[in-house]
């Protein structure tokens, strides 16, 4: 009997000798257990456990889409956003050309039906169908809707992460850190009394007070928020007669046009012609400038180009640069 049991205590230490060396640790039940390679926790704490790399990849924003093509190569995501095609909103157009599949809003089942094996949900979209994909087994991740620099930064590791790209969200980030290291060597040479004074005119009318991404953007450029001087949050609209009182040298104004369904002429003729605003400085000088908003609006590793594009509208060629600009740690 004493042999027996011997026997039996020394198949089971053999056992668990060869699921330790396995690799990973052993999940689920009913005989087919997944190893878990790492391990992911989101913003809201949710831990989400992967087998592997990821290799079919849905992040559900324009922003976070750029992230991850920063991240990944493009064969391991699944779908990109369709605003990744206007030229307006992007300055990836050409590999977003590459594919096939693009989504807006898409339904659960819309989600469901393109077999991601990796979702990103910025907390900006419906993040109530963040738990029924997980109902459908499917991984989901909860990234911020940046509203900062810094909170870019976070999803970008937060990203690099999930895709199991670690090393990738370093070289991103390095690069990012690099690029507006350069701009604020020129930025440093501006006489505090020479710095431009600037107001967004916006489509979206309660964005670019202080506490957003342009405001961060605006500081590093070496300019002056006039919304965020005046007492304005972002979340909060700016009245005409604020605007008369902030009376800044550059008013930049939009060019979106929702793909041609926004009538943005009519919308900068409501500032431009309105007889109150002009006495304003920025409107007598002519002083109107049309920053590209794929860079200003940008909510991945490329806002670093946003913030060159406010300096050049302010302080001219020196800081000019071209269209397309996109910091990525994928190897051509």
């Keep these: 009997m004493a042999k027996k049991i011997c026997a039996v205590l020394l ?30 926790t989101d ?7 992967m087998p592997a790399k990821p290799q079919h990849i849905l992040t559900l924003s324009l922003g976070t889409d750029e992230i991850m093509l920063g991240l990944v190569e493009p064969e391991r995501m699944a779908a990109v956003n369709k605003l990744l095609d206007d030229p307006l909103n992007s300055n990836i157009t050409e590999l977003a050309s590459t594919f096939e599949h693009k989504i807006g809003n898409p339904s659960v089942e819309e989600l ?19 738990e029924a994909l997980r109902d459908l087994g499917i991984k989901v991740v909860v990234c911020h809707g940046a509203r900062s620099i810094n909170e870019i930064k976070e999803n970008i590791r937060l990203l690099a992460r999930a895709a199991g790209e670690e090393e990738r969200g370093r070289i991103l980030l390095e690069q990012m850190e690099a690029k507006l290291a350069d701009i604020e060597q020129k930025t440093a040479q501006i006489p505090a009394a020479e710095r431009k004074s600037v107001v967004l005119i916006s489509v979206m009318s309660t964005y670019g ?24 949050s972002s979340g909060q609209p700016m009245s005409k007669e604020q605007l008369v009182r902030i009376d800044p040298d550059l008013l930049f104004l939009p060019t979106y046009t929702n793909h ?23 409107i007598r000088a002519k002083a109107l400038r049309e920053p ?36 990525t740690a994928v190897a051509p």
Excluded at 112 to 127: E, N, R, Y
């Design 11 to 40: 198949t089971m230490g053999l056992l668990l000798l060869f699921l330790a060396g396995c690799g990973g640790k052993a999940i689920g039940t009913g005989g087919t257990d997944t190893k878990v390679a790492y391990e992911v």
């Design 112 to 130: 469901a039906a393109l077999q991601p094996d990796l979702v990103i949900f910025p907390t900006w979209g419906d993040v109530a169908k963040a």
């Design 260 to 282: 041609g369904t926004f009538d943005v002429d009519a919308f900068r003729r409501s500032y431009l012609e309105d007889p109150s605003l002009q006495m304003m400085k920025a």
């Design 292 to 327: 590209r908003e794929s860079y200003i609006y940008n909510d991945s590793q490329d806002i670093v180009f946003g913030v060159q594009e406010i300096a050049c509208m302010a302080y001219g060629e020196s800081f000019s640069q071209p269209d397309g600009q996109h910091l």
């Design 209 to 232: 007070g202080s506490d957003c991404t342009f405001d961060d953007a605006c500081r590093l450029a070496g300019v002056v928020n006039g919304r965020a001087v005046a007492g304005i």
């Design 43 to 49: 913003i809201q704490g949710n831990v989400t456990q």
